[in-house]
Antibody
Framework: QVQLTESGPGLVHPSETLSLTCTVS????????VYWVRQPSGKGLEWMGR???????SYNSALKSRLSISRDTSKNQVFLKMNSLQTDDTGTYYC????????WGQGVMVTVSS | DVVMTQTPPSLSVAIGQSVSISCKSS???????????LHWLLQSPGRSPKRLIY???NLGSGVPDRFSGTGSQKDFTLKISRVEAEDLGVYYC?????????FGGGTKLELK
């Protein structure tokens, strides 16, 4: 069945770089796009960017200067890197299949703190 | 960016009651292909979001038919008939017509 699993560090220091991995199963990254979505604690959802099925990427312009999304299709993984983290980047980060958000990972909580 | 405005921000309901949630967009969500990419999600407490409805009115797999979506252009509604306890949580509308994709602020459905 379709699964997405996020992984990464729970704590990042201010100004450092966040690196997250989304490992997928039950579908191919060359057949479906994958989005990254984040949720500040107690707040709503923000679309961050996407890895398209053909390898192209798109980013939310609000984050574009800090964000990079890549993939390794042989490992069924999509990667997110975001630099210059600040405290307001604290929250839960999700990956979701881009078939109108039909499947989501469990999310990974990231705290930005010194 | 397209602003998605949901009302009300919260709803207090009794089990068995029917409720409606509104989602209005700052631009028409009709894409150049003629389709409307407006979707509804539910985030139950402590859980990841779950898709309920896609493209305005299409029920997601396994979603009970107590849920229904209507609307067009800039004005959309999610209706829940006969609310059950498992329906409680925060509902979000989302658009994937215009970049960047954006979400409504959420409507929290609570038990009366």
């Amino acid at each position: 069945q379709v699964q997405l699993t996020e992984s990464g560090p729970g704590l990042v220091h201010p100004s450092e770089t966040l690196s997250l991995t989304c490992t997928v199963s039950g579908f191919s990254l060359t057949g479906y796009s994958v989005y990254w979505v984040r949720q500040p604690s107690g707040k709503g959802l923000e679309w961050m960017g996407r890895m398209r099925y053909n390898g192209d990427t798109s980013y939310n312009s609000a984050l574009k200067s800090r964000l990079s999304i890549s993939r390794d299709t042989s490992k069924n993984q999509v990667f997110l890197k975001m630099n210059s983290l600040q405290t307001d980047d604290t929250g839960t980060y999700y990956c979701t299949r881009a078939n109108y958000f039909d499947y989501w990972g469990q999310g990974v909580m990231v705290t930005v703190s010194s | 960016d397209v602003v998605m405005t949901q009302t009300p921000p919260s709803l207090s309901v009794a089990i068995g009651q029917s409720v409606s949630i509104s989602c209005k967009s700052s631009q028409s969500l009709v894409y150049s292909d003629g389709k409307t990419y407006l979707h509804w999600l539910l985030q139950s407490p402590g859980r990841s979001p779950k898709r309920l409805i896609y493209q305005v009115s299409n029920l997601g797999s396994g979603v009970p038919d107590r849920f229904s979506g209507t609307g067009s252009q800039k004005d959309f509604t999610l209706k829940i008939s006969r609310v059950e306890a498992e329906d409680l949580g925060v509902y979000y509308c989302a658009q994937t017509t215009h970049f960047p994709w954006t979400f409504g602020g959420g409507t929290k459905l609570e038990l009366k």
